[in-house]
């Protein structure tokens, strides 16, 4: 399996009239996140990259010159969490982007769980979530798991920000980097520089928290395949017919697509 996610084992099942649905091995499900995991330490480290330049900036001793070599690095490093963010992808989601949140956000009394929760870090409240993910864990109705992925694009991480940086648009090249660089990470000055450290701060734990929450549902996943496992063996050893009670073959996870 690649981390694409794109298999023979993976195709999509179209029923009359419904929305395509995944079947994707629980194993992929890990590949999966692992996925999304490495994008995100992707962006952790442009974070951290523009971290160490807004301390460079914060010093008195650079010069205008400096500062603006300085933001161009910034402005680049922002353009490409972007980019990061809305063309991460596995198997046809965009996981990273809040543009389908609406048609793949769910709350656990839709899908059909019990117990019916999906446990979001306490820090992540108020984040855009992006794609609710469920994995059926079991042989039975309603034994899975569920988990939100976030946005991680710039308007995401940026809450707040990025509307002030819309502002420039239409005016001459140089305005617009000013204006820009005002609303997301400027460095043009001691000042903006130093509360640019505390924007960036934000958007790094934000980044930070969905990784160890994907880390600690991997893990609990991880503890679901190995538990499949041991009841199918039961069933074998207790005589289940062969390839009746195969729990680990069929567990899998159905993510709803939406239209394009």
């Known amino acids: ?25 629980a194993a992929d499900v ?22 160490v330049l807004s301390i460079q900036s914060a010093n008195g001793t650079y010069s205008e010159e400096d500062r ?11 353009d490409e969490i972007d980019r990061i963010a809305e063309h991460a992808s596995f198997n046809r989601m965009r996981m990273l982007t809040d543009a389908s949140a609406e048609a793949n956000v769910k709350a656990a009394d839709e899908l059909g769980m019990a117990p019916a929760e999906i446990k979001d870090p306490a820090s992540l409240a108020d984040a855009q979530a992006s794609w ?34 819309d502002a420039g648009q239409g005016e001459p090249l140089a305005e617009q980097r000013s204006i820009q660089a005002s609303g ?6 001691v000042v903006d520089a130093n509360s640019s450290i505390a924007k960036i701060d934000v958007a790094l734990r934000s980044v930070t928290d969905q990784l160890s929450n994907l880390g600690a549902f ?5 503890s679901a395949i190995r538990s499949a496992g041991y009841t199918a063996e039961g069933l074998t050893a207790n ?12 567990l899998t996870v159905e993510i709803t697509m939406a239209e394009s």
């Open 1 to 25: 399996m690649d981390t694409s996610g794109t298999t023979a084992e993976t195709e999509s099942i179209t029923g009359s009239g419904a929305q395509p649905i995944i079947a994707i091995p």
């Open 30 to 51: 890990v590949s999966l996140v692992q996925a999304t995991e490495a994008h995100l330490d992707e962006l952790a480290t442009i974070l951290q990259r523009q971290r």
């Open 68 to 78: 603006s070599a300085i933001q161009i690095e910034i402005d680049e490093l922002t």
């Open 132 to 165: 609710t993910l469920r994995v059926h864990v079991g042989a039975n109705t309603d034994e899975a798991l569920a988990v939100n992925l976030f946005a991680a694009n710039i308007q995401s991480l940026f809450a707040g920000e990025a509307d002030a940086a």
């Open 184 to 189: 997301l990470v400027n460095v043009m000055t």
């Open 218 to 222: 991997q893990n609990r996943l991880e």
């Open 239 to 250: 005589g289940a017919p062969e390839g009746g009670g195969t729990v680990v073959d069929g």
